[in-house]
C-alpha cells in the first residue's frame, strides 16, 4: 500500500504521520508532499527522515492519498489523483456535499465507505466529534432535534491558529494589545462567535457544516438542527455543550450505558470525583469524552451532555486513517 | 445617603466604588468593610483615600449596604444591619430563594424592589446578563423553552480567579504544568464545565441558579430552562449562546427592533462586519451586547443569539447600585 500525504507539514498532517505510525497502518511507500515554501523539509516516520516534495500537478505515484492542504487544492487536483486511480480521503469541505462522495465517520456509516468514486469525504472535526456521542444515542432513542455550543480550538485554523494563539497570549501577558491575523478577532482571553464565512441565513457556515454533515453521516435530514460555533482559547480540542430532544423516552443511567458500548468513546462523567470531559484531558486522546450527561430541563424526553475530543485527532488525522483502514479491511 | 460597602478590597467591591463614582451616586459618607486581613488599606473614592475598616459584628452606621463578602457572611450579618435599619442590597446567593426577599434586575422586575423587607438580592451574574436579553424578547413573543450554553469569565470566582488565570497562563507559556487552587481543573486552554457543587439532578448549582433565578425574576415558572455552565479561560466578561423557543411567531428583525429599544443592551448585530458580542468589546461597559441573532433551525417560532456581559458590572456592582438608585427614586 503507497500512500501520500498531502499537506504533510500541516497541523494535520503531522498528526496523520503519528496516527499512520501509531497504527502500524500496513504501508508499503510514504510520500509526503506540501506547499513549495515547506518542500525540502523533511519529516519522522518509523525512524526515517522522509523529504516533504513539491506536489506535481499531475497524480500521484500511490494507492491512497489522505489530502489536508486546503479546499481550493483538494477541489482541483482530488480528482486527478482519482483518476490515476489513488482512493483520496479528503480532509476539506471541497466534497462533503457532492451527493456522489461519501462523507464517513467510520463507527457512524462505515458502509458508505464502498459506494466510493476515487474520493472520500473527512467530516469537519465539529461534525465528528459530535457524531460519536450523538449516533448511538440516536440510535437507541431516535434524536429529534439538536441543539449545540461549540467551544472550538485554535487548532480548526491549523497550526498558524495555535501558534497566533500562544504568541499573542505572551504578548498579552507582556502588557501589549494583542492582535490577529489568523482569527476575525484577538483570541487570547477573548471568545469569537464566528468561524467560517457567514450565511444569508445569519449562521456561520462552521455552524452549517454541523446541520449538513450531521444529516448526511445519519442518513437522516429530519432531525433539527441548530448550532453556535464559538472560537474560544484552547489549543487542539473542541467542546460542545449539546441538548438533545429524543422521540422516545431516555435517561441518564440508559444513555450512559448506550455511550459505554459506544466505540471511539469514553465515558468521563463522575462529577463528584470532578470527572467530566475538558480539552486538558481529551488532547491528544484518539477517544472522544462524553459526560455531563443529565436530563434536560428543558424537554420531556431530553439529555444535555457535554462531549469533548481532539480537534487533529477525531476531528482530522485519525478519523481520515480509520476511514483508510476500514477501506483496507473491505466490506 | 450613608453608604457602606462589605467586600470593598473584593473584585466586585472595586467595581461598585467605581459605578458609585462614575454615576454620582447621591452619597453623604462611604464607609468600606472588608476582612481584618484587607482592614487598614485605603481605596480611591472622588479624589479621597478612605480607609478600609475591619467589619464589625453588630449594625453598620449607614443607610445602605452594598454587600460582596461571600455568602456565608451574608447569611449571618445581613439580618442584623438591616435590623439596623439600613437596605441591604446583597450580591450572594444566600437570600436570593427566600420568598420575602425580592431578587431584581431593575430593568425586569423594578416594582419588587418597594417590597423589601431589608435586603434585596443581586442576582447571579449569568443569570442578571441572561435576563438583560431575555426578558423583553419574552415580554414580546413569550419564551417557553430557553437552552443556555455559558461562557464564563474567571472574575466570577473573584480578583484570586482572574490572578490564577493570568499566573497559571504565564507558568504554561514558560513550559510549566498549570495547577489549580480557584479553580476545579487548570483553566489556561482549557474549558471546564463545572461551576458551583453538583446536585443530585445532574446539574451544577450554577446551572440551576439561572433556573431558579430567572423565574423568579420574570415571575414565571412555566419557562423550560436548561443550561450548561463553562469556566472559559477569559477575564471578566461572561458570554452566552442561547437557543429559545417562544409561543408566538417571532423573526430575528422583529427582536432585535424589541432589543433596540430594550434599555441596558446594545445590539451588537453586524456580522458582515464582524461586529458581534464578544468579551474583549463587553469588558468594562455597562450595557450587555446581544447580538448573532437568527432564526432557530431546531424550533418553529425560535431564535438563536449570543450575549455578553461584563460579569463585575451589569453581572454584580452595577446591577447593585442600580437596585439602590431605583430605591432611592421611590416607587
Known amino acids: 500500500m503507497r500512500v501520500a500525504v498531502v499537506g504533510a507539514t500541516g497541523a494535520v498532517g503531522q498528526e496523520i504521520l503519528k496516527v499512520l505510525e501509531a497504527r502500524n497502518f500496513p504501508l508499503s511507500e510514504l510520500r509526503l508532499y506540501a506547499s513549495p515554501r515547506s518542500a525540502g523539509k523533511r519529516l519522522s516516520f518509523r525512524g526515517e527522515e522522509i523529504p516533504v516534495e513539491p506536489l506535481p500537478e499531475g497524480p500521484l505515484p500511490v494507492d491512497l492519498v489522505l489530502a489536508s492542504a486546503g479546499g481550493a487544492l483538494s477541489k482541483a487536483l482530488a480528482p486527478v489523483w482519482a483518476e490515476g486511480g489513488a482512493l483520496v480521503v479528503d480532509n476539506s469541505s471541497a466534497f462533503r456535499y457532492e451527493p456522489w462522495v461519501p462523507l464517513v465517520v467510520p463507527e457512524v456509516n462505515r458502509e458508505k465507505i464502498?459506494?466510493?468514486?476515487?474520493?472520500?469525504?473527512?467530516?469537519?472535526?465539529?461534525?465528528?466529534?459530535?457524531?460519536?456521542?450523538?449516533?448511538?444515542?440516536?440510535?437507541?432513542?431516535?434524536?429529534?432535534?439538536?441543539?449545540v455550543a461549540t467551544y472550538q480550538a485554535a487548532s480548526g485554523a491549523g497550526a498558524k491558529g495555535m501558534e497566533e494563539l500562544l504568541h499573542e497570549t505572551h504578548r498579552f501577558l507582556h502588557g501589549e494589545?494583542?492582535?490577529?491575523?489568523?482569527?476575525?478577532?484577538?483570541?487570547?482571553?477573548?471568545?469569537?462567535?464566528?468561524?467560517?464565512?457567514?450565511q444569508e441565513n445569519g449562521y456561520t457556515r462552521e455552524e452549517m457544516k454541523v446541520v449538513w454533515e450531521t444529516h448526511k453521516i445519519f442518513g437522516d435530514e429530519s432531525i433539527k438542527i441548530s448550532a453556535t460555533a464559538v472560537r474560544v482559547p484552547t489549543l487542539r480540542a473542541h467542546a460542545e455543550a449539546v441538548s438533545v430532544e429524543f422521540a422516545r423516552p431516555v435517561t441518564p443511567e440508559a444513555a450512559r450505558e448506550v455511550l459505554k458500548e459506544a466505540p471511539g468513546v469514553e465515558v468521563?462523567?463522575?462529577?463528584?470525583?470532578?470527572?467530566?470531559?475538558?480539552?486538558?484531558?481529551?488532547s491528544g486522546k484518539w477517544d472522544v469524552e462524553v459526560g455531563r450527561i443529565r436530563k434536560s430541563l428543558a424537554f420531556e424526553n431530553g439529555l444535555d451532555f457535554f462531549v469533548v475530543g481532539d480537534q487533529l485527532l477525531k476531528g482530522a488525522a485519525l478519523n481520515a486513517v480509520q476511514i483508510a483502514e476500514e477501506w483496507l479491511k473491505g466490506a
Open 114 to 147: 464502498f459506494t466510493h468514486r476515487g474520493i472520500i469525504a473527512n467530516p469537519n472535526c465539529t461534525t465528528a466529534i459530535l457524531a460519536m456521542a450523538l449516533w448511538p444515542l440516536h440510535r437507541a432513542f431516535h434524536a429529534k432535534r439538536v441543539i
Open 177 to 198: 494589545t494583542p492582535k490577529a491575523e489568523v482569527f476575525a478577532h484577538p483570541l487570547p482571553f477573548n471568545v469569537v462567535p464566528h468561524i467560517d464565512a457567514f
Open 268 to 282: 468521563v462523567d463522575e462529577p463528584e470525583a470532578k470527572r467530566y470531559p475538558m480539552p486538558l484531558t481529551a
